[in-house]
């Protein structure tokens, strides 16, 4: 009996250790920038470097340039956007042709991804695979390059539409808009992320560019219609459409027309019911069960937004004249101004810890 004893306090004693190891194993290390907001800056056009900043939540510092810093070197021309997956950021680097990975605490390099053309969005599918979005050769050979996390290199292309742009997952499937490029479209492919194939098309307005997830479980997508400049601005052809989609049956079932082309930046609240968007060079807020407003929130062109659920406020980019440092304005859901901050040129995007 007491060895009996002794064998069972071993074994507790073994598991209590092995399961010790294990959380320790999956912890993500923390840091630097372990809770704060990320911002990415494109860079100018063409020449020079991209850059990332980092807000500090706490002291409202930002602090600019972070991959230089940290590293040594240019993220490189131009930043288009970043996305994290458990302890790791992936930047994604457009004219570069490709993802820069680093540590998500401190942002120390940690591999260079390849093999992309004119990349464009990461989304992390599970911890050993991720898709990247990207408008291929031309601008236009819409395709999701497979990325296996572990080697960080490209495993598989899937051929989308053109001008594969931002995506949403749900369950098992993730959902690709793509805008067209260089081009025009008027796709979202749903992919299998089990099978890493199409198994599904759903024909939507012109030119679908974002996506959200609201309370419902419903997809809300922006569809910038077409614009043509004809030598002095760009005319309307076809008008901005924003559209609801069931996912049960890949089926619209509710669209709203605007009165103009040009609809993006679609983004939604913590509770996930309302939504936020820019149209005509202002910022609209719509709840999901109402219909579209007439009055903007906000009247001010913005090139991005965000929206922080820890602190409820609604961030938006100013890239200002495009060719220095732009910055950022932090609002209340009411339209309200908190703040700003000044970041690097041409902010686009944001993404919170």
């Known amino acids: 009996m007491k060895n009996l004893k002794l064998q069972l306090f071993a074994f507790i004693f073994l598991a209590i250790f092995a399961l010790a190891c294990t959380k320790n194993e999956d912890a993500i290390p923390s840091g630097k ?8 800056n494109e860079g100018p056009f063409q020449t020079g470097t991209g850059t990332v900043s980092f807000l500090n939540r706490e002291t409202k510092m930002v602090e600019n340039d972070i991959f230089q810093a940290v590293n040594g070197r240019p993220l490189g021309n131009i930043v288009q956007s970043m996305g994290i997956q458990k302890d790791k950021a992936y930047i994604v680097v457009n004219n570069a042709k490709k993802v820069e990975v680093v540590q998500a605490w401190d942002f120390k390099e940690v591999a260079t991804i390849q093999g992309l053309e004119m990349p464009r969005y990461f989304i992390g599918i599970d911890d050993n695979k991720g898709y990247v979005s990207e408008w291929g050769v031309g601008g236009v050979n819409g395709a999701i390059k497979v990325i296996d996390l572990r080697t960080n290199a490209v495993t598989k292309t899937i051929s989308v539409g053109k001008g594969a742009e931002k995506m949403l997952k749900l369950d098992n499937k993730v959902y690709v808009a793509c805008n067209g490029g260089f081009d ?16 599904a098309t759903i024909t939507t307005p012109d030119n679908p560019n974002s996506l959200v997830l609201d309370a419902n479980n419903k997809i809300w997508v922006t569809c910038s219609g077409v614009g043509r400049w004809n030598g002095s601005f760009v005319e309307t052809v076809r008008t901005a459409q924003l559209i609801r989609i069931n996912p049960a049956n890949n089926q619209i079932e509710q669209n709203f027309t605007f009165s103009k082309h040009g609809l993006s930046n679609l983004i939604i609240n913590s509770a996930k019911n309302i939504l936020f968007y820019t149209h005509d060079s202002k910022v609209f807020s719509q709840n999901i069960n109402s219909g579209v407003s007439t009055n903007p929130l906000i009247r001010k062109y913005f090139y991005g937004l965000g929206f922080d659920t820890q602190t409820n406020l609604l961030y938006a980019a100013d890239a200002g004249n495009f060719v220095s440092n732009g ?8 339209g309200v101004a ?8 041409i902010p686009n995007g944001f993404y919170f810890r």
Do not use: C, L
């Open 184 to 199: 025009n479209d008027n796709r979202i492919f749903v992919i299998d992320t089990q099978r890493d194939e199409v198994i």
């Open 327 to 334: 910055k950022i304005i932090r609002y209340n859901p009411n």
């Open 338 to 345: 908190v703040d700003s901050m000044s970041v690097g040129v």
């Open 33 to 40: 920038y372990s809770s704060g907001v990320f911002i990415v």
